[in-house]
T-cell receptor, first 114, second 111 residues
Framework: DAGVIQSPRHEVTEMGQEVTLRCKPISGHNSLFWYRQTMMRGLELLIYFNNNVPIDDSGMPEDRFSAKMPNASFSTLKIQPSEPRDSAVYFC????????????FGSGTQLSVL | DAKTTQPTSMDCAEGRAANLPCNHSTISGNEYVYWYRQIHSQGPQYIIHGLKNNETNEMASLIITEDRKSSTLILPHATLRDTAVYYCIVFNAGNNRKLIWGLGTSLAVNP
């Protein structure tokens, strides 16, 4: 298995532009998580899905952020419009779910908003 | 979820055992202890988890005290590739499944 696949690996954009981050979870995993990591705040959970349904989006900073999971093998995190303070590494993770929480993380997307 | 306390940083000589402590004095009976690590520029990597008993896998051993208020992650023969930030997390599947990530312990393995 190729693991969790994220794209792009790096994204540089200008303030006000729309940014779309993509994630392909491990096949057979039914939970998917979007995290953001910064030096100041560490790892923060933005949203997680179970069986393609958003369960908890309380970590989404504001309405500029949205996430979708149209099917079991694909999810997107969109920022519109982007701001410099959104600059961070965004990680996607997946798990089998259930009582245990063994997460498998992707390599992340380094986002820079100028 | 219960909070955890870890030292900010530790050093270890290559080939020696690295013992990383974690305090979780408010852990409740149905909460697991999870350990992850994050090597620079990579996503976090699962290491091991346990509830009450000590656990061992190909990466590490996890020793949980009898009162479950603290635990120690042991890397038996640390290598330079083990240099990373190690996170100790207490997880309750009955809650909203939100892992609370602290700042972790930055482990430096020195040659």
């Amino acid at each position: 298995d190729a693991g969790v696949i994220q794209s792009p690996r790096h994204e540089v954009t200008e303030m006000g532009q729309e940014v779309t981050l993509r994630c392909k979870p491990i096949s057979g995993h039914n939970s998917l998580f979007w995290y953001r990591q910064t030096m100041m705040r560490g790892l923060e959970l933005l949203i997680y899905f179970n069986n393609n349904v958003p369960i908890d989006d309380s970590g989404m900073p504001e309405d500029r952020f949205s996430a979708k999971m149209p099917n079991a093998s694909f999810s997107t995190l969109k920022i519109q419009p982007s701001e410099p303070r959104d600059s961070a590494v965004y990680f996607c993770a997946s798990s089998l779910g259930g009582a245990n929480e063994k997460l498998f993380f992707g390599s992340g997307t380094q986002l820079s908003v100028l | 979820d219960a909070k955890t306390t870890q030292p900010t940083s530790m050093d270890c000589a290559e080939g020696r055992a690295a013992n990383l402590p974690c305090n979780h004095s408010t852990i409740s009976g149905n909460e697991y202890v999870y350990w992850y690590r994050q090597i620079h520029s990579q996503g976090p990597q699962y290491i091991i988890h346990g509830l009450k008993n000590n656990e061992t896998n190909e990466m590490a051993s996890l020793i949980i005290t009898e009162d479950r208020k603290s635990s120690t992650l042991i890397l038996p023969h640390a290598t330079l590739r083990d240099t990373a930030v190690y996170y100790c997390i207490v997880f309750n599947a009955g809650n909203n499944r939100k892992l609370i990530w602290g700042l972790g312990t930055s482990l430096a393995v020195n040659p």
